[in-house]
């Protein structure tokens, strides 16, 4: 690309020097003529007044010297009236034609002595015409010199033009050469930290090689982001999973030695092993859930969120039948509709639920509620637990990330970090907070948009 921009703007800017040149010989050349023809026309004008009613003759011979005329003879129209003396320039028809008022005074070059000479013909009078001439060689030498002047400055023009073109790209393409080298470097190192350096300068005057760099910064920054995320899902999952791996793995060691253990104690590790399949394979849902970072848009529909919450709080209630699940539907949100996937908002709220239900303690409600208002449409799900302490609100949505209090009761961690996903997925917004008079308010907001289409995952 370099190569191709320096051959570019060396080949525009030779071009001009060239051009530039071309015209400057041409203008020089009909300049050095022009003056040459009007001599020519002073000189015929001065004959013509000092020798008035002469008859054809040579009047002034000399063609060798600089004089003006060097040389100039009157011809008549016909050839019987030419003088017994041999004419010194030559006589053609057209002459005879400008003699006789029939062509237009002309100029023209001839060769006489060896010499080059630019003649002029023009009528005289009475039948005849006045031919002068004058030596052209001075005017060919200084049109010589200015071609080779010229020509040398060209050259010169192209020379620079091609150094000019490869500082130009040098230095116009040094912010592409450090992007091409960071990159390089990244696709050799795998290492998404690197970074292009921009020049100094404000941010609204940069052109646009440096704001490519900038967004090649920016992709990098999420670049190194994403990975960094999915290295730490990759260790957190392989951490949540070696526990109860080893669990089901010591399970059926023992049921291997089926023969030496009571009926008792071949159920209970029956049903442990039954337990741990179930919570290995949860886990390895809610992974594939998050590591698939997007909603299935060809199953959106209209959902009437108020019958989704309806549901989910009904199978709440047969999933903790101990605890309470009031829902209060708002004016106007029972028929609000939204634009998504039916079971995946069931997911999101079923996960709201029942995070609220563990840390509801016995005999409090989880209350749900569900209220429209101009341009958007609010849930809300409350618990009367202990809440949520302020140095965990930032994290509560990550990706195995579980509360001090929160690591003795069962769970992965992934069901909120799930919840958020689905929401923005689906255009809504879920976030997290203290509720009046203790507990955790958990509210999820829906505006009036489309859904956003793939989502980011929830949590770093």
């Known amino acids: 690309m370099r190569t191709r921009l320096a051959l570019a703007a060396s080949a525009a800017v030779a071009l001009v020097a060239v051009g530039v040149c071309a015209a400057a010989f041409f203008v020089i050349r009909y300049e050095l003529l022009h003056q040459l023809d009007l001599s020519l026309t002073q000189s015929a004008t001065r004959v013509i007044q000092e020798n008035r009613g002469e008859g054809p003759q040579i009047v002034a011979g000399e063609c060798r010297y600089l004089s003006a005329p060097a040389c100039a003879q009157i011809v008549p129209a016909g050839p019987a009236a030419d003088p017994e003396a041999a004419y010194l320039l030559p006589v053609s ?29 023009t009528p005289f009078g009475d039948g005849r015409a006045l031919q002068v001439a004058l030596r052209a060689d001075p005017v060919e030498k200084g049109v010589r010199q200015a071609a080779v002047l010229l020509a040398a400055v060209g050259g010169a023009g192209v020379l620079l033009a091609g150094l000019l ?101 071949r159920e209970r590790a029956s049903g442990a092993l039954g337990r741990g399949i179930r919570e290995v394979t949860g886990l390895v ?39 309470r699940f009031p829902l209060e539907v708002g004016a106007g949100a029972a028929e609000a509709v939204r634009p998504g996937v039916p079971a995946r908002l069931a997911r999101l709220l079923t996960n709201l639920l029942d995070n609220a239900a563990k840390f509801s303690p016995p005999g409090t409600p989880v209350e749900v509620g569900l209220t429209a208002y101009e341009g958007g449409l609010e849930l809300t799900v409350r618990d009367h637990g202990p809440g949520i302490p302020a140095a965990d609100l930032p994290y509560v949505f990550d990706r195995f990330y579980r509360a001090e209090a929160a690591r003795a009761l069962p769970g992965s961690g992934l069901g909120l970090a799930m919840a958020r996903q689905i929401a923005r997925a689906h255009g809504a917004e879920l976030t997290a907070g203290a509720a009046p008079g203790g507990g955790a308010l958990f509210t999820l907001t829906f505006g009036q948009g489309p859904p956003a289409g793939p989502a980011g995952g929830g949590g770093p």
């Open 165 to 265: 073109g490869y500082a130009v790209s040098r230095t116009g393409l040094a912010p592409v050469a450090r992007l091409t080298s960071t990159a390089e470097r990244i696709a050799a190192t795998r290492d998404p930290r690197h970074r292009i350096e921009l020049p100094p300068g404000p941010p609204g005057r940069q052109d646009e090689v440096t704001r490519l760099a900038a967004s090649f910064n920016t992709m990098l920054g999420e670049l190194e982001q994403s990975v960094s995320s999915q290295r730490r899902l990759v260790a957190d999952a392989s951490h949540e999973l070696r526990t109860p791996l080893t669990a089901l793995r010591t399970n059926a060691e023992l049921l291997a030695r089926g023969d030496r253990l009571t009926p008792a104690q």
């Open 285 to 323: 849902n809610d992974l594939i859930e998050l590591a698939r970072d997007e909603e299935p848009l060809p199953l959106l529909e209209e959902v009437r969120i108020a019958e989704v919450a309806e549901h989910t709080v009904a199978m709440a209630r047969t999933h903790w039948p101990r605890t």
């Open 93 to 121: 028809a057209p002459v005879r034609e400008v003699a006789a008022g029939a062509r237009a005074p002309y100029y023209s070059n001839v060769t006489r002595f060896g010499l080059p000479l630019r003649m002029l013909t």
